[in-house]
């Protein structure tokens, strides 16, 4: 028998640590004002955990000129095979949470800061040749773009849903201009996964599993397709035409709907996240 979330938060001195949030690999808790232990779910090997961290030393390292924080691990600890990590508390609200109570000026420039923060994660420079996961994905590191999107498609493909194969196959043939350098695309950047202060960003969270070196436009459009309501229930239709005005005027709106389709063919191996599975099925099944 492992140790559980409990008997680690005891063990740290904290019994009665709130959970911050839950998701797939983890769940985070506040110990303090200063720090969270992140405890990975029962299984997770302390090689990942020390690969995630030197990843986080990396990014932090690349984004020194940026106005708001990234996350980093203070240390690496197991349990009773339990593996956690201590790492700084980032400052500010779920980006999600805040888009439930604000509105306005004030939720009109949050999401404009939200879009623009998206459009910075591209200077973040991180040393890796080609286009490819930054975590793990031997066999996913391609020299060109389009190279990268086939393989990682077929990934997907082999662990969707039965009643999605073809429509993710369907995706094969989709064309996507190639850029003309690889950058760091976070993938998963969506306001859940964004902190705020009032109507700044201050923090971008969950760097790791789907952060590849890409093009950076992806960003850009996974920042607005990811505002779909299965995925974003607090976004309005004002606030998506909002992030479709900001598409145009940074010349993003031609392949958006094409980017937008390979993305939902992209997280179609997510099963167990029954709303993102929800926006995958409604996109693919658009035409
Ligand atoms: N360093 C941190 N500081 C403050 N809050 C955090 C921190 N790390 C995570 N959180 C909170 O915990 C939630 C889940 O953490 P996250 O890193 O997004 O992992 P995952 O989504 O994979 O569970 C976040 O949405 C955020 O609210
Ligand atoms: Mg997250």
């Given at each position: ?8 938060l ?26 969270v ?30 106005t ?13 095979g ?16 805040l ?9 009109t420039?949050l ?29 996913l ?58 109507s ?31 995925i ?8 998506r ?28 191996f ?5 709303a ?12």
């Amino acid at each position: 028998m492992g140790a559980t979330d409990r008997d680690i938060l005891a063990y740290l001195g904290y019994p009665e640590a709130t959970l911050l949030g839950a998701g797939g690999e983890a769940c985070v808790y506040a110990l303090d004002d200063a720090r969270v232990v992140r405890i990975l779910r029962a299984g997770a090997v302390v090689a990942a955990a020390e690969q995630r961290a030197s990843l986080m030393a990396e990014i932090k390292t690349g984004a020194r000129h940026l106005t708001f924080q990234v996350p980093s691990v203070d240390r690496v600890e197991t349990l009773n095979g339990r593996v956690f990590s201590i790492e700084p508390r980032l400052f500010g609200q779920p980006v999600s949470q805040l888009l439930g109570s604000v509105s306005g000026t004030e939720r009109t420039k949050l999401l404009n800061d939200y879009l623009d923060t998206a459009g910075q994660i591209k200077t973040i420079s991180v040393d890796r040749p080609g286009y490819g996961p930054l975590l793990g994905g031997q066999g996913l590191h391609t020299t060109d773009w389009t190279g990268f999107l086939r393989v990682r498609l077929e990934r997907s493909l082999a662990c969707c849903p039965a009643d999605l194969r073809p429509a993710v196959a369907a995706m094969r043939h989709l064309e996507l201009p190639e850029p003309f350098r690889p950058a760091l695309v976070h993938m998963d950047y969506f306001p859940a996964n964004v902190l705020a202060h009032g109507s700044t960003v201050s923090a971008v969270l969950d760097f790791g599993a789907s952060t590849i070196k890409g093009d950076s436009r992806m960003e850009a459009w996974s920042a607005v397709a990811y505002l779909d309501r299965e995925i974003s229930p607090e976004v309005t239709d004002t606030d998506r035409a909002l992030a479709m005005g900001w598409l145009a005027e940074h010349n993003l709106t031609a392949h958006y709907p094409n980017a937008r389709r390979w993305l939902a063919a992209y997280w179609s191996f997510a099963t167990d996240d029954l709303a993102l599975m929800a926006w995958c099925r409604r996109i693919l099944d658009s035409r």
